[in-house]
């Protein structure tokens, strides 16, 4: 089992273009998460999908898209990238998600630099 | 704004003894889990304490929970290098899983 898999795992970006950064796992988990983790803030919550065909918003969602594909994807979307979105960017899922979530199972993250 | 945050922000030992970290939070929680993060990896799950629970042990790993003063306590116990890491407290609640900033833990050879 590959677990949680994000791709790219690095991405250079200038500002304004755009990018869409995948997720998928084979977990058969319902629930799925973007996090973003800058130096000394930790990790904070963009998005996240309680099961298929439900997004919502999470504590940072501003310039960000979100889209739950099907079961297993999960990708994050930068319409129009901005240097404050250089970050490690990583994807998460659970079997459960509130009120009980359950353990996260997260992906190795992808480096994204916006010049 | 973060539900949980870890103290202290860093912590150096020497191989062999004991590491504690603290997690406080603001709001009623469902499970508190504790996590680790090697330099450059994802997160990965260590324990989760359920609000029923007091302790709960996983190898070297004891955690507390205190719901009355809305905190817990991860201990490794007997450290090792390999422990060397950044350890994430997460708590649960009626939304989803929200993190602190973390404890750095060095553990000298």
């Known amino acids: 089992n590959a677990g949680v898999t994000q791709t790219p795992k690095f991405q250079v970006l200038k500002t304004g273009q755009s990018m869409t950064l995948q997720c998928a796992q084979d977990m058969n988990h319902n629930s799925m998460y973007w996090y973003r983790q800058d130096p000394g803030m930790g990790l904070r919550l963009i998005y996240y999908s309680a099961s298929e065909g439900t997004t919502d918003k999470g504590e940072v969602p501003n310039g960000y898209n979100v889209s739950r594909l099907n079961k297993r994807e999960f990708s994050l979307r930068l319409e129009s990238a901005a240097p404050s979105q250089t970050s490690v960017y990583f994807c998460?899922?659970?079997?459960?998600?509130?009120?009980?979530?359950?353990?996260?199972?997260f992906g190795e993250g992808s480096r994204l630099t916006v010049l | 704004s973060q539900q949980g945050e870890e103290d202290p922000q860093a912590l150096s030992i020497q191989e062999g003894e004991n590491a504690t970290m603290n997690c406080s939070y603001k709001?009623?929680?469902?499970?508190l889990q504790w996590y680790r993060q090697n330099s450059g990896r994802g997160l990965v799950h260590l324990i989760l304490i359920r609000s029923n629970e007091r302790e709960k042990h996983s190898g070297r790993l004891r955690v507390t929970l205190d719901t009355s003063k809305k905190s817990s306590s991860l201990l490794i116990t007997a450290s090792r290098a390999a422990d060397t890491a950044s350890y994430f407290c997460?708590?649960?609640?009626?939304?989803?899983?929200?993190f602190g900033r973390g404890t750095s833990l060095i553990v000298h050879p």
């Open positions: 997460a708590t649960g609640g009626s939304y989803i899983p929200t």
């Open positions: 709001t009623s929680i469902n499970n």
């Open positions: 998460a899922s659970s079997m459960q998600g509130a009120p009980n979530t359950g353990e996260l199972f």
